[in-house]
């Protein structure tokens, strides 16, 4: 008893670090992965040509990565002349800090280029290049501490759109998902990036989900989503907790969520949408499975018992997490990305380019604000969209396409 409560504090100690940025959006999704801004008293509506723009940066590289701030730095990927780099910005005012090399060019017929968010933990910070080269560097200035390769060193397999995983720290281990033989997950030292343990009961291969670190039954655990199943595994050693048979199809992209005792994954191509609640000694009981959201990969925020997001065929929905019904749906908007901030949805339109400012209301789409994100990138494979999902923290709105990264000021005067 004594070790599993050592290890719950230590595991809570991450989430306060994580959170002692103050506003801060230290990795995917933010500080606790739901992809809720912290932020208060932002703009109610914005003006009709948009917000203030602050700045814009147009060196950010080919590829689709995210961002994560930290400590008034922005932290990137992209691909420059056949090398991706890990690229950190200035959060206030967009001038380039330094750049470090994150392996060899990730090819794709959607799109050369990584895929993946960084992550920020303390004076460091991890990232995945397409090609599944982990590295970890000084945050101040890039240095190189340690760097592995979930192929060559961890036994995994590239898949057809590479890696695309945000890596998870839980105090002083870091989590990925190499996949493979060798075990579906595995736990490094964030210090040497030398491995602690692996998933031996699980080989599934890596798909494209980021896990999440929750708190449940006095215990922390790791869930992460593959194609043909969800599961919770110890952050201490790996080992598997539970796990439940999920019907993925070609790939399984969004995050899992986690709320008031219930684990809730969503795919596209078809699949759909399931939960369930876990009990007592890891126990997990069905809640329900069903095609009212088929997630692609612009994400799904839960609020207040709700979730929102876009569903393949439907549009944009709302559904009640504890029973999976349907609550609404809206075909006004384009497919995309959505996050949660100040009471309010913004989401962003993969194909056009336009972003929606709407209410988070079970009552129905309630859309206060549109703007057309301006310019868009020439570069950007014609199969490919504008996949970087939104960031709101510190008043401002982060968006990306390609090698355009820009910046604006949503902050109520």
Known sequence: MRVLNSW?????????????????WPQWRGDSRRDHSPDKGLLAQWPQE??????????????????????????????????????????????????SSAGQKYPNGWGDGPRMTPTVDGDRVFAIGGQGLLIC???????????????????????????????????????????????????????????RWRTSGLTDKAQYSSPILIQHDGQPQVVQLVMN????????????????DFPGRVAVIPTPIYEDGIVYVTAGYGVGCEAVRLGTNNSIAPLYSNKVMKNHHGGVVCVDGYLYGHSDGAGWVCQELKTGKEIWSHKGFGKGSVTYADGKLICLDERNGD???????????????????????????????IWPHPVVVNGRLYLRDQELLHCFNVKSP
């Open 137 to 195: 560097v000084e945050a101040k200035n890039g240095k190189l501490i340690w760097s592995k390769n979930l192929v060559t060193d961890l036994g995994g397999q590239l898949q057809d759109w590479g890696y695309t995983e945000s890596p998870l720290v839980v105090g002083d281990i870091v989590i990925c998902t190499p996949g493979g033989a060798q075990g579906t997950l595995a736990g490094l030292d964030k210090s040497s990036g030398a491995v």
């Open 50 to 99: 948009g917000p203030k723009q602050v700045w814009s940066f147009n060196n950010a590289g080919l590829g689709y990565a995210g961002f994560a701030i930290a400590k008034n730095s922005l932290f990137t990927m992209g691909l420059r002349d056949g090398q991706e780099f890990l690229i950190a910005v200035d959060a206030s005012t967009g001038k380039e800090l330094w750049s």
């Open 8 to 24: 719950v504090s230590f595991a809570l100690g991450s989430l306060v670090a994580l959170s002692a940025f103050g506003a801060d």
């Open 229 to 244: 199943r969800f599961f919770g595994v110890s952050p201490k050693d790996g080992s598997v907790l539970w796990k439940k």
């Open 355 to 385: 972003v929606a400012l709407v209410e988070a209301s079970i009552q129905g789409w309630k859309e206060l604000s549109r703007f057309k994100l301006a310019p868009l990138s020439s570069k950007r494979s014609s199969q490919g969209g």
